[in-house]
């Protein structure tokens, strides 16, 4: 194929389909364009974009750690021994002591046999689900469930597993389809513990009863539920009192630990397995020491200070309850995360653009990430928010919400 007939709008360049996405163009031609927007300096609650100080309420650092004298200085400290790369995978080069010693606190905080690091929570999704359910196997998952755990299903599927995908917390769907796998096969349940939109938090008792009843093992991820809810936010099967019946528990350290990486807590067999057999493991560079020193701070942190779990549930509660109050359609958001229904796309961005241009940053959800109709602003919370901080956003959505007609 000649040069010139690779050209705009030529259907048979695989490229052709880029000079037909125009919305990201259209949206910053008008200044509404709410992604991408570069952080000058990050104080936790408060950051710098663009010159400007803002209210930080688009975040998941739930904890505030990012801040955190005592982490950033362990980062520092780490990076001054171990450099600032593993420069290999956790497999040949890459694993340091310090990845051992969170793996074994891990396993103290999380009550399991044994732990194991990825490079990111996305991979760990990624890499356990697909290394552990295979041929003719059943994984079975919430429809709502985060994309890394979506992408393991279509890794486990290309493996010839069997994926099943119940209605959002319908343990009635639920039910219905682990009878459908049949008795004999070999099944895992999969959902997130606390929803990435919503901050709803899945039904872990009847997911647990019935994974007795039908045979099938549970796998949680639990990246929004950690340093959230449970005892000293231990996360989900903690909130419940089911630590022993959760098989396994999946987590980030890019939330609540203040930092970037992922792990996985379970039986020594398993984590031993997919230790040897997962590629996201394998072939991927481990985290590094800086992020690991980070995450075990913050783990001594969590540990020693629950009361910033407490801390951050207020927060969000205080934002939650006020805007349910002046009307605002909140869906059933949860946890540390209030999410806004505002249920048009151009509003959506419209509403966005205000708030930004008066101090506080939000999160746009638009399609392709929602369907329409289901646009929304999703704002999260920190324990070191100040009272201050949740007055001026309460304050702000009322009155662009009364401009835009939303309330
Ligand atoms: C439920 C869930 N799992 C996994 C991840 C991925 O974690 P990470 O950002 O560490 O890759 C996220 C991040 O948003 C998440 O919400």
């Not at 101090?359 to 392709?368: H, S, T, W």
């Amino acid at each position: 194929m000649g040069a010139e007939q690779l050209k705009h709008g030529n259907r048979t360049d695989i490229f052709s389909k880029c000079d037909d996405y125009k919305l990201a163009e259209e949206y910053k031609a008008k200044g509404y364009y709410p992604y991408f927007h570069p952080l000058d300096e990050n104080e936790g609650p408060v950051v710098s974009i663009e010159g400007r100080d803002m209210i930080m309420a688009g975040s998941n650092n739930y904890l505030g750690l990012t801040a955190d004298s005592r982490v950033k200085e362990a980062a520092i400290r780490a990076v001054k021994k171990f450099g600032t790369s593993c420069s290999g995978s956790r497999y040949l080069t890459g694993t340091l002591s310090l990845h051992v010693e969170l793996e074994e606190k891990l396993c103290d905080f999380f009550q399991k046999e044994a732990a194991l690091i990825f490079s990111t929570g996305y991979l760990t999704g990624q890499g356990v689900i697909s290394t552990l359910v295979q041929r003719n196997e059943y994984l079975i998952m919430d429809r709502d469930n985060h994309a890394c755990l979506v992408v393991a299903a279509a890794v486990a599927r290309s493996g010839l597993a069997k994926v099943e995908r119940f209605r959002h917390n319908d343990m009635n769907h639920l039910e219905i389809l682990l009878k459908n796998s049949g008795e004999e096969s070999p099944k895992l349940i999969v959902s997130d513990g606390v929803f990435s939109v919503s901050g709803v938090i899945c039904k872990l008792p009847e997911i647990v009863s019935l994974a007795k009843k039908y045979n099938a093992r549970v796998l949680i991820d639990d990246a929004h539920a950690i340093g959230v809810i449970g005892k000293y936010g231990k996360g989900t099967a903690s909130e419940f009192g089911l630590e022993k019946e959760v098989d396994m528990t999946i987590g980030t350290f890019s939330k609540s630990f203040a930092s970037l990486g992922g792990f996985v807590v379970g039986e020594k067999r398993v984590i031993e397995y997919v230790k040897h057999n997962s590629p996201a493991l394998i072939f991927s560079a481990s985290p590094t020491a800086s992020s690991i020193a980070a995450a075990i701070a913050s783990l001594d942190i969590m540990k020693k200070e629950p009361e910033l779990v407490t801390q951050l549930i207020k927060n969000a509660e205080f934002v939650r309850t006020n805007l349910k109050q002046l009307g605002f359609n909140l869906m059933d958001s949860r946890t540390a995360i209030v999410s806004v229904l505002i249920g048009d796309q151009e509003k959506t961005v419209i509403f966005w653009r205000k708030l930004f241009d008066a101090g506080i940053y939000v999160n746009a959800f638009i399609r392709p990430g929602v369907m329409p109709g289901q646009e929304m602003l999703r704002t999260s919370y920190m324990s070191t928010h100040k009272q201050e901080h949740l007055e001026k956003i309460v304050e702000l959505f009322a009155k662009i919400g009364k401009e835009l007609g939303v309330i």
